[in-house]
């Protein structure tokens, strides 16, 4: 008896042990097997044929089950698929219970990758938005991919790359259509300074970003110009298209922020919708500084078709149609680190009227406070980095008049700085001796004094976006006043931002130092001077 009840208690130990692999389901089976393709998308030339080869695990590849969505245009057998004449198809390869899918162009491969630019120089923590792009522009799938060769010195995402630490890397952009076309970017990451790294809120946070900005330069007369339609407004003004030569020059010679000012009424629809061959060509110029590494000002300058400061009845419609504006250029930067610097507006006032330099009304200088706090509000609400991006707002007219300044009201924001323009005192600018006196000295140090008794003592950042002396032949004088007022204006914690708008004839309105066509300094005296100013 004892020996039948240990054969049957061997039997059942059997059974129970058995049943776990005779009773596996089809669903875990299907966890156990994986295929995928390596893109999403594959072109081949009509009447071509390809081959795909799908990564597969737990699965035989000779099971794989082909079907085409559109047979017309492509048909697949045993992973050899036959193109067309023209069309799309998707592929499905199907097997152990579970499929891939991978959609098939029948037209022209890409011949080359293109990217805006291929060295960037970024310091730790910022970001930057590749642009890149193929030939032939009628490629049937234009999708590229980014790869990074060091992802803990420069991490990917999407299109995005961020500067993780201190290092060089290459940033690989290849083709996803079959074609392995490919470009590479070399990637330059700076240690982040300490003086730029910040407590989110602290109220000394713009303070302490100011610091870092040396001296300043403007791309004057350039984008901002109103001539011309299209793209050829650019070279309206001044005779010659912006190259990366020259940004590369500007920071060569010790000047590392840029400001761009742009002129965006004349590129939108009715609806304001902004011109997209405008906007990237306003991408590309401001890639060429802000991937060499320098504080970027954008702006909007001329705009005054767009918006009211004398006519309440059009308060609401000017409003609207800024924020309309600002809210597509905070999209298309969202991705840009601390150094691309916005400004909302750039002198506003009311054009041709007597109060156009002469301070304005109360109600004018009151529209122009709601205007920036819509205008700041709009861009904090776009996503990226510009919930806590540092923004410029101008007073009326960007006056450095301190008597108005003490009774403007900005945005209360911690990260918005006062943007003031400065080409007083007006005796210098109507002076063709171009001498450089005591008066002019005791002025700058009024306004410097007054700026910071207003703002900087209080915590709040000021850039004096445009400065600068006019060329009256005396580049001694000239290269006193800027020397002068850059020194000044730094002792305070304020960078300024010389005026070049590329003229070099001897009157009130050239300011021109660096000559962009011949690709060199014209009044080198100006440049030493300000440099030393700062060092």
């Not at 082909?66 to 017309?72: A, C, I, Q, R, V």
């Not at 970027?296 to 004398?310: A, C, M, P, R």
């Not at 510009?386 to 008049?401: K, L, V």
């Not at 304020?494 to 050239?510: G, R, T, V, Y």
Request: proline share 2%; glycine share 8%; hydrophobic share 35%.
């Amino acid at each position: 008896m004892k020996r039948r009840i240990c054969a049957l208690f061997t039997v059942l130990c059997m059974m129970v042990l058995c049943v776990p692999a005779a009773f596996v389901t089809d669903a875990e089976a299907a966890k156990a097997v994986s295929i995928a393709f390596e893109s999403k998308g594959y072109t081949v030339e009509p009447g071509s044929t390809a081959t795909l080869s799908p990564s597969v695990t737990g699965a035989d590849v000779s099971d794989i089950k082909w079907s085409s969505s559109d047979t017309s245009a492509v048909q697949v057998k045993n992973g050899k698929v036959k193109a067309g004449k023209s069309g799309t198809a998707v592929i499905t390869a199907s097997v152990g219970g579970t499929s891939a899918k991978i959609k098939i162009f029948v037209g022209k491969r890409v011949t080359g990758v293109m990217v805006t630019k291929k060295e960037i120089t970024l310091t730790a923590g910022d970001t930057y938005k590749v642009s890149a792009s193929v030939r032939p522009s009628d490629a049937a799938y234009k999708g590229v991919e980014l790869i990074s060769s060091k992802p803990d010195v420069v991490s990917v995402d999407g299109f995005t790359i961020k500067a993780v630490k201190a290092g060089t890397a290459k940033i690989t952009v290849r083709a996803l259509d079959g074609s392995n076309k490919k470009t590479t970017i070399n990637v330059t990451v700076e240690k982040a300074k300490k003086s730029t790294a910040k407590k989110a809120g602290s109220s000394d946070d713009a303070l302490r970003f100011t610091a870092n900005i040396k001296a300043g330069w403007n791309l004057g007369n350039t984008l901002d110009a109103t001539g011309g339609s299209g793209l050829n407004t650019e070279t309206s003004w001044v005779h010659i298209r912006t190259t990366e030569k020259m940004l590369k020059d500007i920071k060569s010679f010790g000047f590392n922020a840029v400001r761009i000012p742009v002129s965006w009424s004349k590129h939108v629809d009715a609806g304001r919708n902004i011109d997209k061959e405008w906007m990237a060509r306003v991408k590309e110029i401001v890639d060429y500084a802000y991937g060499n590494g320098m504080y970027v000002i954008l702006n909007t300058h001329h705009d005054e078709s767009l918006f009211s400061v004398g006519q309440e009845k059009k308060y609401d419609d000017s409003i609207a149609d800024m924020k309309k504006l600002w809210k597509q250029i905070a999209a298309e930067f969202k991705d840009y680190g601390e150094r691309l610097i916005f400004e909302t507006l750039n002198e506003p006032r009311e054009v041709g009227t007597k109060y156009e330099w002469s301070g304005g009304t109360q109600s004018m200088r009151e529209f122009i406070s709601k205007l920036n706090n819509e205008l700041v509000n709009t861009i904090r609400t776009s996503g990226g980095n510009n919930g806590t991006r540092f923004i410029m707002c101008p007073g009326y007219a960007a006056t450095s008049d301190t008597n108005i300044l003490k009774n403007t009201t900005f945005p209360d924001d911690d990260h918005v700085i006062v943007s003031v323009h400065y080409y007083k005192p007006d005796m210098w600018n109507g002076n063709k001796s171009g001498e450089f006196t005591d008066v002019e000295k005791r002025i700058i140090d009024d306004l410097c004094r007054n700026l910071n008794e207003i703002f900087i003592s209080k915590n709040r950042a000021v850039i004096i976006g445009e400065c600068g002396a006019p060329n009256w032949g005396n580049d001694k004088g000239r290269a006193a006043w800027d020397g002068y007022m850059y020194k000044t204006a730094k002792s305070c914690g304020i960078p300024c931002f010389l005026w070049d708008n590329d003229a070099f004839n001897l009157n009130e309105q050239s300011f021109g130092i660096y000559d962009r066509e011949k690709g060199k300094i014209v009044s080198k005296k100006v440049v030493d001077a300000i440099m030393d100013a700062v060092a």
